[in-house]
């Protein structure tokens, strides 16, 4: 069994649960709804101020949110004992990594696609002239965000506290994803150039974190 | 001079604390050596700090700040860099003593970090006017300080097991890659910074450039001594939870 065909299998099985049981997705779907609505009733109303918060707020959001689908992430796997057989795969663990991050990745651009939806019917966020670059922060920010998390979650999923433990852990590493992907979305919705040493260092952070995520993560599974 | 003497403190308390790691049982006799010299080395330095260093015309007293801050800056990224270092040895080799000396290094170094940031503000604020601003390294000590503090939370919330030492490697490990990152991100959020750029070379008089340069040796004697502490605590908690286990079984 190669490495590629082990990521393919353990990509379309975390997709098929997500579909199936919709758990997780719902869960996210349903939290950032309440918290975007909950936003627009503290955000103050004026349209400029509304322009300069928004990039800020939705990244903030979609973190805070994505925290609920990474914890899932190997919580289902320890449920049923799945993660003892999933050691099991005669590859290199790093392969089992990349489907779980992929998948990851996957069900977070769902949940960024629904917050922006959120954002623009509560917030009033035009992406006519931004749809482009705000997608593409979307993709680097939720590969990023699913590198350290998935690696992070299998982490904290075998330790006491895993609640507190994950989101302590992983808050700090995810600061440049913050970052980067907030000043890449109020550039887009200013209409104003995106320098491209940002796309330059936010698409060397996901390589990163990816090849680190897949050479550490026989150690992890180790264990 | 005084940065030829920094280096070779530097260069030699890393050397000594991994060669120590190698075998502390047999080695930490010397630790003994390199406490009182930096007592000594301490007491040399508070000297020079109250009777020697000039006291600054424009920010006065609280000036003397600087002799605090400034040397605990190498010893919290040398802690950091053993923590990374002993993370990588401990993955490839499994000898305790990379781990031990992984540990050692992130908690002596938040030790030095939270001194660097506590004092930071009580000099800042009759100087710059406010007690925090968010500067870029101030900000990105803070963020490295959370990394460090999260890796001896999951030290701790996962102690006694096997996987602790793995999780606490690998996580040693990303956090280290995740510096370089979290400074560009830091830059890029904040804008210019507001530190200057290097203190202890750039236009200090003589004294209070051989006062920093002396709290710096005295503060990396401290670390080479706390870390060989803590890696002699380490070994002794490995024995004890392997006599639990024996006793157990």
Known sequence: MNGLAV???????????????????????????????????????????RLAWSPALLWVVLLFTSLLGLARSFQSETEGGALALLVQAPVDRGWVFLGKA???????????????????????????????????????GALGLASLGTLLSAM?????????????????LVLPVLVLASSIT???????????LWWGVFALYDWVFLSLGYLVFDYVLED | MVSALVMLSVVLAAAWVVWLSRDIDARIGGAR????????????????????????????????IFYVHIPAII?????????????????????????????????????????MLVVGPIWAKPVWGHWWVWDLRLTSTLVLWFIYVAYLFLRGLAFGSDAAKTFTSVYGIVGT????????????????????????REGLPPAMGQTVGA???????????????????????????????????
């Open chain 2, 33 to 64: 050596g390199v406490g009182a010299g930096a007592l000594a080395l301490l007491a040399l330095w508070l000297g020079l700090v109250v009777g020697y260093a000039p006291i600054e015309q424009v920010q006065g007293v609280v000036q003397k």
């Open chain 2, 75 to 115: 010893p919290t990224y040398l802690g950091f860099l053993l923590t990374a270092v002993g993370g990588v040895g401990y993955l490839r080799t499994r000898r305790e003593s990379w781990d031990q000396l992984a540990v050692s290094g992130a908690e002596v170094g938040v030790v030095f970090c939270t001194l």
């Open chain 1, 186 to 196: 109020g550039a887009a919705l200013a209409e104003r150039p995106v320098p491209t």
């Open chain 1, 156 to 172: 904290s999923v075998a330790v006491r506290f895993r609640e507190f433990l994950l989101p302590v852990l992983l808050f700090p």
């Open chain 1, 7 to 49: 990521t393919r299998a353990v990509f379309a099985k975390d997709l098929l649960l997500d579909f199936r049981t919709r758990d997780r997705l719902g869960h996210m779907a349903v939290f950032a709804l309440l918290v975007v609505s909950l936003l627009s009733i503290v955000v103050p109303a004026s349209p400029t101020e």
């Open chain 1, 102 to 140: 992929g998948a990851n990745a996957l069900a977070l651009i769902g949940v960024e696609l629904w917050t922006g939806i959120l954002f623009t019917v509560f917030l009033d966020v035009d992406w006519t002239h931004a749809w482009r670059e705000a997608l593409c922060a979307g993709l680097l």
């Open chain 2, 177 to 200: 890659a995740a510096i370089p990152f979290v400074y560009f991100a830091v830059d890029l959020a904040q804008g210019s910074t507001m530190h200057p750029s290097n203190p202890a």
């Open chain 2, 215 to 249: 709290g710096m040796i005295a503060f990396m004697a401290v670390f080479a001594w706390l870390i060989a502490r803590r890696m002699e605590l380490a070994a002794l908690e490995a024995r004890s939870l392997e006599a639990q286990a024996k006793g157990g079984a």
